[in-house]
């Protein structure tokens, strides 16, 4: 039989989600995925996943992709889509097939989101979907002396229309295709169809599945988080982006640039990747935001609670000296948090002693999932700063366990003798802490 207090993944995970479930529910989020991601066999599990959204209470707007649905019509017919200058030139036989690739392609969304067979994820569910004219489009028309004839760019989207329906509870369909005024088809780009959404509907999130990882760096390796500056520099620097990452990332600059609170790139071939993108704390794909999702700052009363929770475990073996909830509360303003999202990931106290000019560093401590990330030499490099900031001119810490580290961020061992008497007065012999001095 198994142990009553033995840690089950699945029920820590849904525990740690429901930050997330209270923070979307009433959303907008526009999905955006390629007609690739159409035509996998694994399309039934992202349907799964964004059915589970909707009964989550967060309101959908999905764009969706046709190329390779239109190029194997077009292959067909022996026909083929023409590029000038990266612009694709639509002539009238390639529309036909647009409008018959989006058709079909747009019928097969709505028939998978109307499966409800009992014993599967769908089981239960009533989602309807609303597609139409809601996507109002102009001629890119004649560039460089080149007529693109049937390729259009978004001039409106229908907002009113569309949010009568996600009030609702309906999911809204796009398909990158335009209608003007006139009557006339536009073939768009779904990134254009998703840009544009999210930007008129004032979306919370703008979220692609694309083909590849991420956002990599020069050594291959996910890119969690950009802010926006940082994501435009990416377009200048002499790495080249890969095409497909690079149109999704100008995409996401420009929706965040224009009120879109947050963009995700996200890898579509990972099973169940919306939601280990959105329902966990760093995600699988990259983030482009210009808000603060990792800081560095001074802690306040509302951070008490974060504060506890991390140092717990650690006041349990003896690392750190116990704290009361009021202990916290009365000397929040000597402590400093580092932030990831909204939870306290680490944190760490600065106590001076001014007539000395020396200040004692403590209660420093970094959630075991970050600790390779250098949190802990930030949380200190911080408190350093503020201790030069208040004229102080040295620093010391009492430690039992980690000794190494101070060392390793040049503090050197000394005797009591060299503290502060206040602080040698409450020196605790049991704990038999060593202590390491620091000069700024």
Not at 97 to 118: D, Q, W, Y
Not at 387 to 404: C, Q
Request: charged fraction near 25%; hydrophobic fraction near 40%; include cysteine.
């Amino acid at each position: 039989m198994a142990s009553r207090d033995k840690k089950n993944p699945f029920v820590d995970w849904f525990r740690s989600s429901t930050p997330y479930i209270n923070a979307f529910r009433g959303r907008t989020f526009v999905i955006a995925f390629g007609g690739e991601v159409v035509a996998d066999k694994g399309f039934t599990h992202l349907v799964q996943d964004l059915v589970l959204l909707n009964s989550l209470g967060v309101k959908l707007v999905l764009v969706h992709g046709t190329r390779p649905q239109i190029e194997a019509r077009l292959k067909k017919q022996g026909g083929e889509i023409d590029y000038v200058n990266g612009l694709r030139v639509t002539d009238d036989a390639a529309l036909e097939c647009v409008k018959e690739a989006a058709g079909a392609v747009r019928v097969e969304i709505e028939a998978l989101m109307s499966m409800g067979l009992p014993n599967s994820p769908m089981a239960g569910s009533r989602i309807h979907i609303a597609s139409g004219n809601f996507v109002t489009a102009r001629p890119l028309g004649v560039r460089d002396g080149v007529d693109y004839q049937h390729t259009g760019e978004v001039r409106r989207i229908d907002t009113v229309a569309i949010e009568k329906y996600l009030k609702d509870n309906s999911i809204v369909l796009l398909s990158p295709i335009g209608y003007s005024p006139t009557g006339e088809v536009f073939n768009l780009y779904a990134e254009d169809v998703a840009t544009s959404a999210a930007i008129q509907l004032a979306a919370d999130k703008i979220i692609h599945l694309v083909e590849a990882k991420g956002v990599l760096d020069a050594r291959k390796k996910l890119v969690r988080q950009l802010n926006i500056d940082d994501a435009e520099k990416l377009f200048s620097s002499r790495r080249k982006l890969p095409e497909d990452i690079a149109k999704h990332l100008l995409s996401a600059v420009h929706a965040c640039r224009h009120g879109v609170r947050r963009a995700h790139i996200v890898d579509r071939h990972v099973d169940g990747a919306l939601l280990q993108e959105l329902f966990t704390r760093d995600g699988i794909g990259t983030l482009i935001t210009d808000e603060h999702y990792d800081d560095i700052r001074k802690a306040d009363i509302e951070d008490v609670g974060g504060i506890l929770e991390l140092i717990a475990p650690l006041e349990q073996e003896g690392t750190l000296v116990r704290r009361s909830r009021e202990m916290l509360e009365m000397e929040i303003d000597r402590f400093t948090v580092a932030e990831r999202d909204g939870m306290v990931i680490g944190c760490a106290a600065l106590y001076p002693f001014y007539d000395e000019k020396a200040g004692e560093i403590a209660c420093l401590a970094v959630h075991p999932d970050y600790q390779s990330e250098g949190k802990g030499n930030q949380l200190l490099q911080q408190l350093v700063n503020n201790a030069k900031e208040t004229g102080l001119e040295k620093l010391f810490v009492l430690t039992s366990r980690t000794s190494h580290w101070f060392q390793e961020n040049g503090f050197k061992k000394a005797d009591i003798k060299v503290l502060p008497m206040k602080r040698r007065l409450l020196y605790n012999y049991q704990r038999n802490s060593k202590v390491f001095i620091k000069k700024l």
